[in-house]
């Protein structure tokens, strides 16, 4: 039985990306912070579904240690990582570590899971990383990741996660194509949701329409072996941010440090 992985899954998108995996018999892990939502939405899920394996894992994903604690628990191969977590407060907020909360939930997190639980996709038939991103993307300055200097504007913020995120999926793909490991990024729709909310967007297309893309990267057939491109409403659009390779560089080499 194929192994999946969702971040963010009691979310309003992660429930909806959650359900289709669910419903194509994956054996399926729901990850996030609260366990009695993850416990919830399990039950919820089974039921709904008829999937008897769904299991869950209660991770802070903005604590390196707690992502390294699950990876090395984990048991058997894994065929597919759903990285969809994000968080976007309104003031600025550090974790105990120091580092700053959207910074570390949202693009380290997702740096963190392919990094460590890449080594249980190696060789696996058609293996893919799915990092949920967005067009809502831009304002990244490398010289100020968690911002120190700047002024703290949550959706300045997100926007500069959503570039790394977008550009963290390049540098996997190049390092995790000669794994057979394809790592995609997805636009999720404008859903409202906890995090558009905190950015004052509101939204206005379902949960389901959001999750559309995701599912589209993580399921479609004809994509098995297309790595390191960034999909919009099932269709493949160019990501100027990803064509600048020094500076992908330079972010994936600055996100090791941590």
């Known amino acids: 039985m194929r192994k999946a992985i969702v ?3 009691y979310g309003a998108i992660g429930k909806a990306i959650a359900r289709g995996i669910a419903r194509q ?6 990850v996030g912070r609260d366990e009695s939502a993850l416990s919830a939405f399990r039950d919820e899920l089974a039921s709904e ?12 994903l903005s604590q390196k240690q707690e992502i390294k604690a699950f990876v090395e628990q984990w048991s058997g191969p894994l065929n597919l990582l759903i990285n969809n977590a994000a968080t976007t407060p309104r003031t600025r907020t550090e974790t105990p570590q120091g580092i700053e909360l959207q910074f570390a939930t949202n693009v380290l997190g997702y740096f963190w899971m392919m990094r460590y639980f890449s080594k249980y996709m190696k060789g696996q038939d058609d293996a893919r990383i799915v ?6 993307a831009g304002d990244l300055d490398l010289d100020d990741l968690e911002f120190t200097r ?8 997100y926007r500069q996660s959503k570039q790394a995120d977008r550009m963290l ?3 996997f793909a190049k390092r995790l194509r000669q794994d057979g490991i ?15 909310n905190s950015l004052g967007h509101g939204g206005w297309e379902s949960p389901e329409d959001g999750a559309d893309t995701p599912l589209y990267c993580a399921l479609e057939p004809a994509l098995k072996g297309v790595t390191g491109k ?5 269709r493949e659009e160019t990501c100027r941010f990803s064509q600048d390779e020094d500076a992908v560089e330079r972010l994936y080499a600055l996100c090791e440090v941590y």
């Open 7 to 9: 971040t963010g899954a």
């Open 25 to 30: 018999g994956y054996h399926l892990t729901l």
């Open 49 to 60: 579904t008829g999937n008897d394996h769904i299991t869950f894992q209660a991770v802070d």
């Open 131 to 136: 990092n949920v991103a967005s067009y809502w």
């Open 150 to 157: 700047r002024p703290y504007d949550n959706d300045t913020v």
């Open 169 to 171: 999926t390049v540098a």
């Open 182 to 196: 394809s790592v995609l990024a997805a636009h999720s729709g404008d859903v409202r949701s906890k995090v558009s």
């Open 230 to 234: 960034y999909f919009a409403h099932r």
